[in-house]
């Protein structure tokens, strides 16, 4: 066995729904900090931002402080899927930010401190954040504004036991190379509690995740690095008995099988090291050359008083917002943001292999990634031109995912991004049970994977991409 006093404590909390505070206790206190703090977000033209400006050379889009971050152009150049060479907008933000959560045992039970926190492109406005969710610009007070609440926490002032410390990507298709610190932390003495802030399990947390837009994407990067350590077929055996059959717990048969897919070793499709081949073949096979280009030089798209656009309206747009919200660290300012041309699909699909639940990975290329490659979802389609007469590429098992029967589909959610760059998108999460006709048959880039292996390689940067993370976790077990 290799499991932790760690690994006992981030299980035992996965399993209590009913922790400090109640589910609906905590509904409530969402509803209470939405309808007390208030909020005012004004699409407005490019020339009504404040302290924002385009070069007068390139066309770049800048804070006059040269920080948080820049929208520039990108020429890309891949010999991944059919269209080799395109050019597009893209985010550049290099610094790396902070997201922490502080946990605390109560009651003997590790519970999670969560911040209600409102971003400008929120849907729902308010959603649950980590206690700490800051970029560099923000915590060194660029804007002038207040120090965010618990910094302290997590940039060594204070003495503290970090359980998980990680570098995890973003958006690949939306940033250029940008990675934030996701970071747990445990305290043991009394510590203040505000109201935008609230004690919550790990269990509570993936259950509150069964909601549309609730649960924010840093709160769900954060919480996918955590696992449960590894067991022998022996000692799952006696976990199992151990945790299903106290009724406090949360039980079903997915559940108990998912736990056997985190902690087992064994019985997995393929080898960590036959996994790491797979990558390192693909990683040569094929290639990506990026070049910074002005803005204005972007091919097919316009920029407007309003906005930054594909000539056909796809994909995505940059548009302007003015923001007042009254419990920010700065309550009025002004910024671009990115707007989806549609709501996206991400889907795992899953089957049993050798009696384990394995998940069907796909290596994928995106232009933001460090390293070529991240393993993704099994679909993936962030723009939505997956549907009928607008697909520009086949997307594999795409039918499998939007035709699965009722009782196949496990999971199904409807999950915002990252509310600070981007406005009101939604992307479609799905966890699907395969058929026992599944064909078996997969595309050279795909790979069946134990959820046990997929813990291993997200303990290290830019393996897994940030739609893998988001689905990883909504998984309960």
Not at 201 to 207: C, F, R
Request: net charge negative; charged share 25%; with cysteine.
């Amino acid at each position: 066995m290799k499991v932790k006093d760690t690994d006992l404590a981030f299980l035992l909390s996965s399993q209590v729904l009913d922790g400090h505070t109640s589910i609906e206790e905590i509904l409530k206190w969402i509803d209470n900090r939405r309808n007390s703090t208030q909020v005012n977000i004004k699409l407005i033209k490019f020339s009504e931002l404040k302290k924002w400006e385009f070069d007068k050379i390139n066309s770049n889009l800048y804070h006059e402080s040269k920080k948080f971050f820049s929208i520039e152009g990108l020429e890309v150049n891949t010999n991944w899927r059919k269209k080799e060479t395109w050019t597009q907008p893209i985010i550049n933000q290099p610094e790396i930010g902070f997201l922490g959560i502080i946990t605390k045992k109560i009651n003997g039970i590790l519970h999670f401190l969560m911040q209600a926190k409102i971003e400008p492109g929120n849907i729902n406005y308010v959603q649950i954040s980590p206690t700490l969710q800051a970029t560099k610009s923000n915590y060194s007070k660029v804007h002038k504004g207040k120090t965010p609440l618990y910094l302290e926490y997590f940039n060594g002032e204070k003495k503290v036991n970090i359980l998980l410390d990680q570098l995890q990507s973003e958006q690949g298709a939306r940033f250029l190379k940008k990675r934030n610190r996701n970071i747990i932390i445990e305290v043991y003495d009394d510590i203040n509690v505000y109201d935008d802030f609230c004690w919550i399990t790990l269990g509570q947390i993936k259950k509150l995740l069964k909601y549309d837009n609730l649960v924010n994407m840093d709160t769900r990067t954060v919480i996918s690095g955590i696992s449960f350590g590894t067991i022998d077929d022996t000692g799952i055996e006696l976990i199992n008995t151990f945790i299903y059959t106290n009724s406090k717990y949360n039980t079903d048969d997915y559940n108990i099988n998912m736990l056997r897919s985190s902690l087992t070793e064994e019985h997995h499709s393929k080898s960590i090291e036959h996994i790491i081949s797979w990558l390192t073949e693909l990683k040569t096979k094929y290639e990506l050359e990026l070049g910074r280009i002005p803005l204005k030089d972007v091919k097919d798209w316009n920029i407007t008083d309003n906005e930054i656009a594909h000539k056909d309206k796809k994909y995505f747009s940059v548009i302007a917002a003015d923001i007042s919200i009254s419990n920010r660290e700065v309550v009025n300012w002004s910024q671009p943001l990115i707007k989806s041309a549609q709501e996206g699909l991400i889907a795992f699909i899953v089957k049993k292999i050798n009696g384990v639940y394995h998940i069907l990975i796909q290596a994928k290329v995106e232009i933001g990634n460090f390293d070529i490659i991240e393993l993704a979802p099994t679909v993936q389609c962030l723009t939505g031109n997956y549907r009928i007469g607008q697909n520009e590429y086949d997307v594999p098992f795409i039918e499998e995912v939007l035709n699965a029967k009722e009782e196949n589909i496990i999971y199904k959610t409807y999950q915002s991004e990252e509310g600070g760059r981007f406005y009101r998108e939604q992307n479609l999460n799905m966890i699907v049970e395969a058929d026992d006709n599944f064909n078996e048959c997969i595309p050279e880039n795909y790979c069946w994977m134990t959820l046990n292996q997929l813990f291993t390689f997200i303990k290290f940067n830019n393996y897994l991409n940030i739609q893998a993370r988001s689905l990883i976790s909504a998984i309960r077990i």
